[in-house]
């Protein structure tokens, strides 16, 4: 995917490896999720809405990576664990909802919480890092 190249600035002479970079991306927006809302404030800039911005970041990337040829990896429990995060943003979307799409509402409502106690859940049965994910979202990071 040309797309792909130029998000990561790979040009065309380089070596590229599609799945790594979307699995990069996907871990990204997974380990920002279960950040608390001082570290997720400094990834993304400060105009956005970041309770949308970091569930659009994780629907973005999810479909991708699980098409993917990421996904023949994965165990019956990583998958489980993805659906039951996704179950758990989406339960939150909709009419009647926007309330839990401002920043008071990530910094203190149940609904967040369990939101980050997936997405670690999930990191963990990934054996991804807990750390916070780089404010730089190239895949030179996967290197560090």
Same mark, same amino acid.
């Given at each position: 995917?040309?797309?792909?190249?130029?998000?990561?600035?790979?040009? %065309? #002479?380089?070596?590229?490896?599609?799945?790594? *970079?979307? =699995? $990069?991306?996907?871990? @990204?927006?997974?380990?920002? &999720?279960?950040?608390?809302?001082?570290?997720? !404030?400094? &990834?993304?800039?400060?105009?956005?809405?970041?309770?949308?911005?970091? /569930?659009?970041?994780?629907?973005? @990337?999810? %479909?991708?990576? &699980?098409?993917?040829?990421?996904?023949?990896?994965?165990?019956?429990?990583?998958?489980?664990?993805?659906?039951?995060?996704?179950?758990?943003?989406?339960?939150?979307?909709? !009419?009647?909802?926007? *309330?839990?799409?401002?920043?008071?509402? &990530? =910094?203190? /409502?149940?609904?967040? *919480?369990?939101? $980050?106690?997936?997405?670690?859940?999930? /990191? /963990?049965?990934?054996?991804? %890092?807990?750390?916070?994910?780089?404010?730089?979202?190239? #895949?030179?990071?996967?290197?560090?």
């Amino acid at each position: 995917m040309n797309w792909l190249k130029r998000l990561f600035g790979r040009g %065309n #002479d380089e070596e590229y490896d599609e799945t790594a *970079a979307i =699995a $990069r991306r996907f871990e @990204w927006s997974v380990r920002a &999720l279960f950040q608390p809302v001082h570290v997720q !404030e400094n &990834l993304f800039p400060d105009f956005v809405c970041l309770a949308e911005a970091l /569930a659009l970041e994780f629907e973005g @990337w999810r %479909n991708p990576f &699980l098409e993917s040829d990421a996904r023949k990896t994965l165990t019956t429990r990583q998958l489980g664990l993805i659906k039951e995060l996704d179950v758990q943003l989406e339960s939150m979307s909709g !009419e009647g909802n926007e *309330a839990l799409w401002t920043d008071e509402a &990530l =910094a203190f /409502a149940p609904e967040w *919480a369990k939101v $980050r106690e997936r997405a670690l859940a999930l /990191a /963990a049965e990934m054996n991804w %890092n807990s750390a916070p994910p780089p404010i730089d979202r190239g #895949d030179k990071w996967a290197q560090i």
